[in-house]
């Protein structure tokens, strides 16, 4: 008998864009690509520990598509690459939370990345949105959600 059964992993991330008087400003749901290199890090995790886990997520001003073969950002927002807050794991979905201060990933933001690093490393998947105008005093917090099923 063929086995039909086939594993995928999809994302899902909600963007929160705050004023600096606390006042949410706008606020977008989204979904994401897990890229092939964030595929081989969940395979490889299944038999060994050969890459170091998720730990980081970064914004950036791309707008080319999300594609598989994609292993950074299209243009990473300098220094804007930060520790992940919370890592949640239910059933077959990890959460990752980060937040983004004041002054931190300033700009026109496109993109958002996860990272097993503080300034390389493997990507684990990657998103395009609309433009969010992150202001200099103007916080953001990223929440992604992956489900393997």
Same mark, same amino acid.
């Given at each position: ?63 080319? +598509? !999300? *594609? ?14 930060? &520790?992940? #807050? @919370?890592? /949640? ?28 690093? +503080? !300034? *390389? ?14 202001? &200099?005093? #103007? @916080?953001? /917090? ?8």
């Amino acid at each position: 008998m063929q086995n039909l059964e086939k594993l995928s992993a999809k994302g899902r991330l909600h963007v929160v864009l705050t004023g600096p008087d606390g006042a949410v400003k706008e606020t977008h749901d989204l979904r994401n690509l897990v890229v092939d290199s964030g595929l081989a890090f969940i395979v490889s995790r299944m038999n060994a520990t050969t890459y170091d886990v998720m730990s980081h997520m970064s914004l950036g001003e791309g707008t080319t +598509a !999300a *594609a598989a073969g994609d292993t950074a950002l299209e243009s990473e927002v300098a220094a804007s690459r930060v &520790a992940l #807050d @919370s890592v /949640t794991v239910a059933a077959n979905q990890i959460t990752y939370v980060a937040s983004f201060g004041a002054g931190v990933g300033t700009g026109s933001i496109t993109e958002s990345g996860i990272f097993n690093d +503080a !300034a *390389a490393g493997t990507m684990l998947c990657r998103t395009v949105f609309p433009v969010v105008t992150k202001q &200099a005093g #103007d @916080s953001m /917090t990223v929440t992604w959600t992956i489900t393997v099923q």
